[in-house]
């Protein structure tokens, strides 16, 4: 026999809270781990995204978003999903879209990658080996196909970002 859907609907609303606070949290931190811009200390640099470059960086994660949006309403009515869940669970996702929009903050240190609010080691980074023309790929290593970290920005910043994380990630490789 299959649970009543009120406690899985409450389950999965609570779930997708948590992700939401958690990533808006990651988001809050990357004014204060990355207060300036340009060239940083020790060889850093430090660039910003616009909305535009999110949206192009983000295109997956919003189509996908979108799916996660519609399809609840399909199944609401004859699983007798309360409607009140789903609405929650589609503000909720419309707030996790507005945080993917959200301009980011990036920084290249020698030691670190910041990025949406987090720091990667770089011995927890490669470079994707075919690169997209508008952003830098990496990849976390470990993760799999959940492992793509995408870097968005102006194509001038990306430039010099790619130059650092290239001398970081590959430095004996000559240009």
């Given amino acids: 026999m299959l649970p ?8 999965m609303v609570l779930i ?11 988001l809050t931190r990357q004014h204060r781990d990355i207060p300036q811009f340009g060239r940083l200390p020790n060889n850093g ?8 470059h999110e949206l192009f960086r983000q295109w997956a994660n919003l189509g996908s978003m979108a799916a996660m949006m519609a399809l609840p309403w399909a199944f609401a009515s004859f699983s007798n999903t309360p409607i009140t869940y789903v609405v929650l669970w589609d503000v909720l996702l419309g707030l996790h879209i507005i945080s993917l929009l959200v301009p980011k903050r990036y920084a290249v240190t020698t030691t670190h990658l910041f990025a949406d ?23 976390r290593r470990g993760w799999g196909p ?3 970290l ?16 290239i ?6 490789q000559e240009e």
Avoid: C
Avoid at 45 to 52: G, I, L
């Fill in 4 to 11: 009543s859907a009120e406690p899985v609907a409450i389950a």
């Fill in 16 to 26: 997708l809270a948590a992700i939401v606070a958690w990533d808006a949290w990651w």
């Fill in 45 to 52: 640099f430090a660039w910003k995204s616009e909305r535009s």
């Fill in 117 to 139: 609010g987090q720091r990667y080691p770089w011995e927890r980074l490669t470079l994707a080996k075919r690169q997209p023309k508008h952003r830098i790929m990496l990849l």
């Fill in 146 to 148: 959940f492992g793509p």
């Fill in 150 to 165: 995408p870097l968005g920005g102006d194509r001038d910043d990306l430039d010099i970002a790619a130059e650092k994380i």
């Fill in 167 to 172: 001398e970081i990630l590959n430095p004996n």
